[in-house]
Structures are given as C-alpha cells and as structure tokens.
C-alpha cells in the first residue's frame, strides 16, 4: 500500500482527486483501507476500480482477470462456467462491472480533442430475443483508434446522432474526413455535430456554422438482388484535392473506402459471439451489449498490438496498440492495469456566492437616518 499514489474518492472533500498532497495515510493494513486526513473518511484501496466489492481476488491466480481476459478476447460465457466452475450469473456480473469500468475509462482518456484526419463509420445488425438492435461505431484511420460505439433500437437519425456527437467530442477543430456508406442520416448528423456558434456581433441570435475543414465522402454499395453490381464513390462536402491529401495521411494510398471500420467489425464479431452472422447467440439485454461493446473495444485499443501499428526502428520492428499509436500511452496495458486504473474526480471547487436579491442600500445613507440628536 502506498498513500502518495492514492487520492481521495469522497466528493464532499476539499482534496479530493488530489494526488502526493500528504492528506492520504493508511488506516489498516489488513483490510487495505486509506483514510483521508481532510474529510476524516476512509475507503478501500479497491475503490474507483473494477475490483471494487469483489471478494475473489485474493486467489492464487487472480480468477477475476482471467475471466475478463478471456471474455475480451471472444471465449463464449458457458465455456468459462465450465472450465472455472463459476456461476454463469458471477460472470455475467464481473463482465457488466468490467464494462462500466471501461466506459468511465473511455470517456476519461479517449474522449479528448485531438487531430483525427480520416474517420470511418458503419453500422451492425444485432439480434436479440425477438428483437433487432443496432450498434453504430467509429474509428480513427490512422491509429486504428476505437472512437465511439453508440447502440439503438432504430437504425434511424438518433443512432447517428449520437455517434457524431460522440466523434465530435474526440475531434479538434480543423480538416476531418468522415467517409461512411450510403446511409443518408450521415450527411445531416455530420452537419449537425461539427458546426459551432458564430462570434457575437451584437444580435440576439447567433448562428450555427459548419466546420470549413469538414469533409464527407460516401461508399454506395450497389445490388441487384443479393448480387452486388457495383460500388460508386461519392464525395458529398470538400474538394478532390483536400480528400485525397487526407487520404494519403491516414492510410498512405487507395481511395475512398470503407475497409478500416469494416475489419473493426469483424473483430468485434469475432469477439462478441452474438455479433457473427447466422449464429445461434442471441444478446438478451441492450445493456450488457453496451457493457460488452466498451469491454471489447477498450481492451482493442490499450491491450491489443494491432499490426499494421508497428513502426521500425535500427532495423527492428516494435509493436504499438491503437492508444500508443495516439500518444495516449507509452506502453502496451496490461488486463489488471486496466481493471486498476482510477479515475480521479475533478478538484474542488467552491460554490458560488448567492446573489443578493434587490438593490444594495447605502450604508453612508443607513447611518445618516439612524443617527440622531442625543
């Protein structure tokens, strides 16, 4: 147990998320709690983990790792009931708080404003019990870097829309190129996500505008039954020029395409069982499915090397994953750093001051009528 490496988790504290300040010492040993010096309060060390509340960790071989490892990586549920005499509804736990802990994860450190270049969207058909859902994702060209994934019932404008704004959030402003497939929800979501306010000049209204380094360029797929005739290249919004520059930088060579996204998906298939085409997995809740999908994609862009990724050095080739090609990380992430890694909250503020109600009085008129003769 170190206390410099720990900060306080309690919101109501002044030095919360404050890291080496000398108010966090150890409060027991045994049970691996730290208390505050500031709040009074005290706390595991497993809290703002994924470990937080579980009881199994102190095995031998860490169980809990071991099965989100292996969930991560595409092994089906009841095989991991059956090999590790687990509870099917243990592991359906674990691979739920293992979700939400990536998601804050994800949030955290991937949604931050950087240069993306090309960015390619696609959607998923999902089948549950007597339903079909939808999962709608993005990745950064470049790095191969997961940017978002947003799930709904309807393959509509919401699902879009959301999945723009998310994208938007991961993009500073300036040159994108956003190329997706002929749904026609791409074109007025894209508009929506990148625009920004004008500056004031005095009206009451300001109005939106979009990027100027926007582009969007589509791959309409054409069929004649299930038999496909042909694929037309369409660049909606940017001159041939600005797309074919951007091109270059993200993928080196080739044209407008959707092949990047497209492998993306087939490892999130091959990972998630109820994702492969013409299979009998079924997912039963949306909820897990999003759990399952920031589970997947988390471990994808800080546990996975990914080939294409690796760069030569003295004649010696080095492996880097998706995070490390973005200068999010130096190093490949372990499972258990992953699962460890905590989150901070934001450092104390306080409120503001109350706003007096009516106008101030005088106080030089205050006492000129108070005072009288003696």
Not at 242 to 270: C, D, H, M, P, Y
Not at 278 to 302: C, D, E, I
Request: with cysteine; hydrophobic share 35%.
């Amino acid at each position: 147990m170190n206390p410099t490496e720990v900060f306080c988790p309690n919101m109501e504290c002044l030095a919360r998320g404050e890291v080496g300040k000398g108010n966090i010492k150890i409060h027991s040993q045994k049970e691996k709690r730290y208390k505050c010096k500031e709040c009074k309060k005290t706390f595991a060390e497993s809290k703002g983990t994924m470990y937080y509340r579980i009881h199994k960790i102190k095995q031998e071989i860490d169980l809990v790792e071991v099965v989100i490892t292996l969930l991560g990586n595409g092994c089906p549920l009841q095989a991991i009931v059956k090999a590790l005499k687990l509870d099917e509804r243990t592991v359906s736990n674990w691979q739920n708080k293992a979700g939400q802990h990536c998601e804050k994860v994800h949030k955290e450190i991937v949604e931050k404003p950087r240069e993306l270049g090309q960015v390619q969207c696609d959607e998923i058909r999902v089948k549950q019990q007597g339903a079909i859902v939808w999962m709608a994702m993005g990745i950064m060209v470049q790095t191969r870097l997961w940017l978002a994934g947003v799930i709904s019932k309807n393959r509509d404008m919401g699902l879009i829309s959301e999945l723009m704004r998310k994208i938007r959030s991961c993009a500073k402003t300036g040159e994108i190129l956003i190329c997706v497939d002929g749904l026609v929800s791409y074109i007025r979501a894209s508009y929506r996500a990148f625009r920004d306010k004008e500056k004031d000049d005095g009206q009451a209204t300001r109005k939106f505008k979009v990027w100027s380094g926007l582009m969007i360029a589509q791959v309409v797929k054409q069929y004649s039954g299930k038999l496909l005739v042909g694929v037309q290249h369409r660049i909606v919004k940017g001159s041939l020029e600005s797309v074919e520059k951007l091109i270059t930088l993200s993928q080196g060579n080739g044209w407008i395409n959707t092949s990047f996204i497209e492998r993306l998906n087939a490892t999130f298939r091959q990972r998630l069982s109820f994702l492969v085409r013409r299979g009998r997995a079924l997912s039963k809740q949306s909820l897990s499915l999003h759990y399952s999908m920031f589970l997947v994609g988390t471990l994808y862009n800080f546990c996975t090397y990914h080939k294409s990724l690796r760069i030569k050095i003295n004649g010696k080739y080095y492996p880097r994953t998706p995070a490390m090609a973005s200068s999010i990380t130096d190093h490949c992430w372990s499972v258990r750093s992953l699962l460890l890694f905590r989150i901070p909250p934001p450092p104390f503020s306080p409120p503001p001051l109350p706003k007096s109600l009516g106008r101030p009085r005088s106080l030089l008129g205050f006492f000129s009528l108070s005072s009288g003769p003696d």
